[in-house]
């Protein structure tokens, strides 16, 4: 099964100052990955996705990750923060298994933007 | 556009008793639908997952149970809840193809009392 890992699950960066969330792949396969975010008691919502077109994906709300096949990462990164970022975020990687299309993620980024 | 509907937003439960949420899909035909279970701390736990009418696959032994009785509706069940049923219930579709993305509703809070 493929999976991903989530390093640090609370970062806080100040407002104005560069976002970086970091996410590791585990794959045998070229992954399909994604990031989504969550704000408090609402679904998770589709920031953007890889799918092998480009290395450098660009998602809504200024947010971008970067596929880097030789680290097995897909680190989503925004160049300023902004208050309205304060959420949680979830990497996510797509794959077959068995016939069926699964999707597994991981245990999560709380970020917090202190003003 | 297509959207999803998940309720109720938020549920009381005493334990024992039984449960039913509904999720339904609009806007799109012969979705994969999926049900997921949020604790806090440990990410997003897939309960169930339906590539069809009546077609349901479990992912965890547990005392919950899925039915999909028409195309765009997707039900999680519970004969008799349990304290460790609490949680966040999200309901999620996602179109055929491996890099389709999900698309969640708005979740369920879940308390059993």
């Known amino acids: 099964a493929q999976s991903v890992t989530q390093l640090g699950s609370h970062v806080s960066v100040s407002e104005g100052a560069l976002v970086l969330l970091r996410c590791n792949y585990s794959?045998?396969?070229?992954?399909?990955l994604f990031w989504y975010v969550q704000y408090p008691n609402q679904g998770l919502q589709l920031l953007l996705k890889?799918?092998?077109?480009?290395?450098l994906v660009k998602g809504i709300n200024g947010f971008e990750a970067e596929f880097k096949k030789s680290e097995t990462s897909f680190h989503l990164t925004k160049p300023s923060a902004h208050m309205s970022d304060a959420a949680e975020y979830f990497c996510?990687?797509?794959?077959?298994?068995?016939?069926?299309?699964?999707?597994?993620f991981g245990t999560g980024t709380k970020l917090q933007v202190i003003p | 556009s297509q959207t999803i509907h998940q309720w109720p937003a938020t549920l009381v439960q005493p334990v024992g008793s039984p449960l039913s949420l509904e999720c339904t899909v609009e806007?799109?035909?012969?979705?994969?639908l999926y049900w997921y279970r949020q604790a806090a701390g440990r990410g997003l736990q897939l309960l169930f997952y339906?590539?069809?009418?009546?077609?349901i696959s479990s992912e965890v032994p547990q005392n919950l149970s899925a039915s999909r009785p028409q195309d765009r509706q997707f039900i999680l069940s519970s004969k008799k809840l349990l304290l460790s049923d609490s949680g966040f219930y999200l309901c999620?579709?996602?179109?055929?193809?491996?890099?389709?993305?999900?698309?969640f509703g708005n979740g369920t809070r879940l308390t059993v009392t």
């Open positions: 794959s045998s396969v070229p992954p399909y």
């Open positions: 890889y799918t092998s077109a480009a290395t």
């Open positions: 996510a990687v797509s794959y077959n298994s068995g016939g069926y299309q699964k999707v597994t």
């Open positions: 999620a579709w996602r179109a055929r193809g491996t890099v389709t993305p999900l698309h």
């Open positions: 806007g799109t035909s012969n979705p994969n």
């Open positions: 339906s590539v069809g009418i009546g077609q």
